[in-house]
């Protein structure tokens, strides 16, 4: 006898079979209508199995100690790399974390912010109060 397992349940061993921290909704469409989809979506983030950064953008969460609520299992700035990564926008460090990298400044950056290159991004990341910036080489002055 062949049992279906229900999107749900599909969508939760997908999302536990990821080997990477971000999930974007376009990994489900296959699975079913996009109101099935984002319906299972809000049920994860309302149980906490994952944390929304952006539009379509999800990362996988685990329990904080201080707070006994759901937050993402790796920071901001890594998320936010790696969900570059999978929409295969190339970015690289903004002017301030090459700079500190280098050598150039003392100065530790607070926000992560990304040079996009030649491309302008809309796309908002967040997370609670936090977000990542962008910067190109339109706003860049060398």
Do not use: C
């Given at each position: 006898?062949?049992?279906?397992?229900?999107?749900?349940?599909?969508?939760?061993?997908?999302?536990?079979?990821?080997?990477?921290?971000?999930?974007?909704?376009?990994?489900?469409?296959?699975?079913?209508?996009?109101?099935?989809?984002?319906?299972?979506l809000s049920d994860f983030v309302r149980e906490g199995r994952l944390v929304r950064i952006g539009h379509g953008v999800f990362a996988k969460?685990?329990?904080?100690?201080?707070?006994?609520?759901?937050?993402?299992?790796?920071?901001?700035?890594v998320l936010a790399a790696e969900t570059f990564r999978r929409l295969n926008i190339e970015v690289d460090q903004g002017r301030a974390q090459?700079?500190?990298?280098?050598?150039?400044?003392?100065?530790?950056?607070?926000?992560?912010?990304?040079?996009?290159?030649?491309?302008?991004?809309?796309?908002?990341?967040?997370?609670?109060?936090?977000?990542?910036?962008?910067?190109?080489?339109?706003?860049?002055?060398?």
């Open positions: 006898m062949k049992t279906s397992l229900s999107i749900r349940n599909r969508m939760i061993r997908s999302v536990s079979m990821r080997q990477g921290e971000i999930i974007l909704r376009s990994d489900f469409d296959r699975m079913g209508s996009q109101s099935q989809i984002s319906r299972v969460a685990r329990i904080s100690d201080l707070t006994a609520r759901p937050v993402p299992r790796e920071p901001l700035e090459r700079d500190y990298a280098s050598g150039k400044s003392t100065q530790v950056p607070v926000q992560a912010v990304f040079n996009t290159g030649r491309r302008r991004i809309s796309r908002k990341l967040t997370l609670g109060k936090r977000s990542i910036r962008y910067e190109n080489d339109y706003s860049v002055r060398a």
